[in-house]
T-cell receptor
Framework: NAGVMQNPRHLVRRRGQEARLRCSPM?????VYWYRQLPEEGLKFMVYLQKENIIDESGMPKERFSAEFPKEGPSILRIQQVVRGDSAAYFCASSKGYEQYFGPGTRLTVT | GENVEQHPSTLSVQEGDSAVIKCTYS??????FPWYKQELGKRPQLIID?????GEKKDQRIAVTLNKTAKHFSLHITETQPEDSAVYFCAASIKNQAGTALIFGKGTTLSVSS
């Protein structure tokens, strides 16, 4: 049973470009969460989705960030017009109940 | 909203000693409290969790205790080994239900020296 998958593992973008991060949940899991981790800090909740629905986006910046979890395919976190402050590790997690299991993360570097 | 505080931020112990990490939370609606271990450059790994209807849970050398009245919970690692060295995060659910965001503490860097 494959774990949570994320790609790409590393992403370099220039300021102003778009970043697309993908997350495939564990088989049988219908809940997907995105978290951001800055260097030497904890994980900050961004958004919680189920298939075709955003359940809680209270942690997501109002501008430039969006997320989706379509009926088919992975969940996508999109960051438009990236800035240097967006450089971080972005983790997604999935669950079918309480326990959340994390993917390996995407390390975004904005130059 | 929910706030989770974690102490200490760093902890150094000798191999074989015990390590204790403490967290407090603010929202009485929280009912699920997991602990994650993260090694450098790796994903957070769920190591143990506890729900609010339980006061203590143990899994081999790891145990977690919960005091709902005082709103604090702790991770206990006994007989520490060098491979226990990592950053440990506590977390609390923001709602009283499965399928809810987690609010994390800032982490504790545990160093176990042999």
């Amino acid at each position: 049973n494959a774990g949570v998958m994320q790609n790409p593992r590393h992403l370099v973008r220039r300021r102003g470009q778009e970043a697309r991060l993908r997350c495939s949940p564990m088989k049988g899991h219908s809940h997907v969460y995105w978290y951001r981790q800055l260097p030497e800090e904890g994980l900050k909740f961004m958004v919680y989705l189920q298939k075709e629905n955003i359940i809680d986006e209270s942690g997501m910046p109002k501008e430039r960030f969006s997320a989706e979890f379509p009926k088919e395919g992975p969940s996508i976190l999109r960051i438009q017009q990236v800035v240097r402050g967006d450089s971080a590790a972005y983790f997604c997690a999935s669950s079918k109940g309480y326990e959340q299991y994390f993917g390996p993360g995407t390390r975004l570097t904005v130059t | 909203g929910e706030n989770v505080e974690q102490h200490p931020s760093t902890l150094s112990v000798q191999e074989g000693d015990s390590a204790v990490i403490k967290c407090t939370y603010s929202d009485s609606a929280s009912n699920y409290f997991p602990w994650y271990k993260q090694e450098l450059g790796k994903r957070p790994q769920l190591i143990i969790d506890i729900r609010s209807n339980v006061g203590e849970k143990k899994d081999q050398r790891i145990a977690v205790t919960l005091n709902k009245t005082a709103k604090h919970f702790s991770l206990h690692i006994t007989e520490t080994q060098p491979e226990d060295s990592a950053v440990y995060f506590c977390a609390a659910s923001i709602k009283n239900q499965a399928g809810t965001a987690l609010i994390f503490g800032k982490g504790t860097t545990l160093s176990v020296s042999s």
